[in-house]
C-alpha cells in the first residue's frame, strides 16, 4: 500500500537551474496538493488541484507551475529556480467527496537552491 | 471561507507533565477538524480527527482532542508526555462540500527530561 509518494527525496539545484517533482498516489483521490514547508513558517500551499486536468493557486504560487495530467499524478515545476526556493516540499491527496477524510502526505523532497 | 489558529509555535513541557496544544477554527459550515504530527525529517501523518458523533476524540499515543463549538476550538492533550512526544504538531480544519483541507502554522513541541 503506497500512498503518497513523491520523487525524488533530496536534490540540489544551482540558480537558474530547472527540476519537476513528482507526486503520485494510488487511493483514486480526487483533490492532489503541494506544500512548502519553512522552518517557522508552518506549511504553505503552493498549489492545488480538484482532478484531473484542473489546478488552482494557492498561497504562494509564484515561481512554480503544476500539471495534472493523470489522476494520480500531480507535477510541481520550477522553471529558474531561486535561493528562495530552498525549502521541504510535500505534496497530499484527498477525497473531494468524502470530506470526513483526511488528507494524506508523502514524506518529502528537501530542495537545495545553492 | 475557513481558517485554522494554532496559539503558540513552540510549547515546552516536561516530561510526565500534561500537553496541551491549543487550536481555533474558523468556518461558514460546520467542520471536521484534524490534528496531524510530524516527526523530524518525516511526513505528516493523522494523529485523530473529529467528523460528526462524539465531540471528545482519541487518537494515537495517547491523545485526544476535544471539539467545544461553542468556543470554536479543538484543542490537543495528553495527560502525561513522553520523550516520543517531541515533534510538530499541526491543526487542520475541512468545511463541507468541495473545500479542500487548510492547515494551521504548527506547533513544536519540546519534551523536557
Known amino acids: 500500500n503506497a500512498g503518497v509518494t513523491q520523487t525524488p527525496k533530496f536534490r540540489v539545484l544551482k540558480t537558474g537551474q530547472s527540476m519537476t517533482l513528482l507526486c503520485a498516489q494510488d487511493?483514486?483521490?480526487?483533490?492532489m496538493y503541494w506544500y512548502r514547508q519553512d522552518p517557522g513558517m508552518g506549511l504553505r500551499l503552493i498549489h492545488y488541484?480538484?482532478?484531473?486536468?484542473?489546478?488552482a493557486k494557492g498561497e504562494v504560487p509564484d515561481g512554480y507551475n503544476v500539471s495534472r495530467l493523470k489522476k494520480q499524478n500531480f507535477l510541481l515545476g520550477l522553471e529558474s529556480a531561486a535561493p528562495s526556493q530552498t525549502s521541504v516540499y510535500f505534496c497530499?491527496?484527498?477525497?473531494?467527496?468524502?470530506?470526513?477524510?483526511?488528507?494524506?502526505f508523502g514524506q518529502g523532497t528537501r530542495l537545495t537552491v545553492v | 471561507a475557513q481558517s485554522v489558529t494554532q496559539l503558540g509555535s513552540h510549547v515546552s513541557v516536561s516530561e510526565g507533565a500534561l500537553v496541551l496544544l491549543r487550536c481555533n477554527y474558523s468556518?461558514?459550515?460546520?467542520?471536521?477538524l484534524f490534528w496531524y504530527v510530524q516527526y523530524p525529517n518525516q511526513g505528516l501523518q493523522l494523529l485523530l480527527k473529529?467528523?460528526?458523533?462524539?465531540?471528545l476524540v482519541k487518537g494515537i499515543n495517547g491523545f485526544e482532542a476535544e471539539f467545544k463549538k461553542s468556543e470554536t476550538s479543538f484543542h490537543l492533550t495528553k495527560p502525561s508526555a513522553h520523550m516520543s512526544d517531541a515533534a510538530e504538531y499541526f491543526c487542520?480544519?475541512?468545511?463541507?462540500?468541495?473545500?479542500?483541507?487548510?492547515f494551521g502554522i504548527g506547533t513544536k513541541l519540546q519534551v523536557i527530561p
Open positions: 497530499a491527496s484527498s477525497y473531494l467527496s468524502r470530506v470526513d477524510t483526511e488528507a494524506f
Open positions: 487511493m483514486n483521490h480526487e483533490y
Open positions: 488541484s480538484v482532478g484531473e486536468g484542473t489546478t
Open positions: 468556518s461558514s459550515v460546520p467542520p471536521y
Open positions: 473529529y467528523t460528526t458523533g462524539a465531540t
Open positions: 487542520a480544519v475541512r468545511g463541507g462540500g468541495y473545500q479542500k483541507v487548510t
